[in-house]
């Protein structure tokens, strides 16, 4: 099934950055963006516990969402431009998120506010099925680092990733990289020269 997003026919299974560039263009046409953040290299963009209210659309920079656990941080997520990042569980649950969201890199971005967003999703059916297809991005996103966590050899992690997010090779430094695949960064060297 095909349906018309703006001026684009766009399928359900079709680009992300698609249904990111529509997302923008609906927020825009509504003007619906409360505000724009500029984060320096290592500023938080949100910490845990704190309750998450926006949805951000990453315009320059790479950021990372990340748990800390027993004093180690675990990477969860990586955005770039042209990404929407967001506390996910705080976002859906309305409670304290557990995880950072911290600028690897300069970062600008632009944030809409949880309830805008929702009642522009709800606007329309349109609205309704881009909603959808953004959720079913991620669920597919979360579906695929679950199969990454389970994934015994590291070899095996590093291809399905590389596969699915080469841009995450070019953005992203190789300490994050390690973490998020569960593996030393020496492994990860490892890997990428054999």
């Avoid at 597919?140 to 995450?168: G, K, M």
Wanted: net charge neutral; hydrophobic share 40%.
């Amino acid at each position: 099934m095909k349906f018309m997003l703006g001026s684009k026919q766009i399928e359900p299974n079709g680009s992300a950055m698609d249904v990111i560039e529509e997302l923008k263009n609906q927020i825009n046409a509504q003007n619906l963006w409360a505000r724009e953040i500029r984060l320096k290299r290592n500023e938080y963009l949100i910490q845990a516990g704190a309750v998450e209210r926006y949805l951000y659309f990453v315009e320059e920079g790479t950021l990372r969402a990340f748990i800390e656990e027993g004093g180690e941080e675990q990477e969860i997520r990586f955005a770039y431009p042209g990404s929407v990042f967001t506390a996910l569980d705080s976002f859906f649950s309305g409670k304290p998120t557990r995880f950072n969201l911290q600028a690897i890199k300069q970062c600008k971005v632009h944030a809409v506010e949880k309830k805008a967003f929702n009642d522009l999703m709800a606007s329309s059916e349109e609205n309704t099925q881009l909603h959808m297809l953004m959720l079913q991005g991620f669920v597919v996103q979360q579906i695929e680092r679950e199969i990454d966590i389970l994934t015994a050899a590291p070899t095996e992690r590093y291809r399905r990733v590389l596969e699915r997010s080469p841009q995450l090779f070019q953005e992203i430094p190789n300490k994050y990289i390690a973490s998020y695949l569960r593996m030393t960064p020496e492994t990860l060297s490892r890997i990428k020269k054999s």
